[in-house]
Nanobody, 123 residues
Framework: QVQLVESGGRPVQTGDSLRLSCAAS????????MGWFRQAPGKEREFVAA????????YYDDSLKGRFTISRDNAKNTVYLQMNSLKPEDTAVYYC????????????????WGQGTQVTVSS
């Protein structure tokens, strides 16, 4: 099973950009569809984006499409989340997740999770 470690979260200001990274180990990275989720204080975890095993297909939550971009580098075993025009409501712990490459590139059925990285956006 793949192990996931997120990094890149930090305090930022409204309007800033930030790129999160998630490094995978323990299995062949291209065997997995990768995703990003987030959980704000007092709220349930929500889907952000997912990307196919080869990077050719990406799927986003409609509310974030246009500001957030998911990408991956299979040579580096890493998936990224580029976040632009950040808002205070983007404040959350961001989680990386993985599911088998045969799965649908969507928001469900992720079975492997990282520990999360905190993003705090102040006004």
């Amino acid at each position: 099973q793949v192990q996931l470690v997120e990094s890149g979260g930090r305090p930022v200001q409204t309007g800033d950009s930030l790129r999160l990274s998630c490094a995978a180990s323990g299995d062949t990275f291209s065997n997995y569809v990768m995703g990003w989720f987030r959980q704000a204080p007092g709220k349930e975890r929500e889907f952000v984006a997912a990307i196919s095993w080869g990077g050719g297909m990406a799927y986003y939550d409609d509310s974030l499409k246009g500001r957030f971009t998911i990408s991956r580098d299979n040579a580096k075993n890493t998936v990224y989340l580029q976040m632009n025009s950040l808002k205070p409501e983007d404040t959350a712990v961001y989680y990386c997740a993985a599911k088998p490459r045969t799965a649908v590139v969507g928001r469900s059925d992720f079975g492997s999770w990282g520990q999360g990285t905190q993003v705090t956006v102040s006004s």
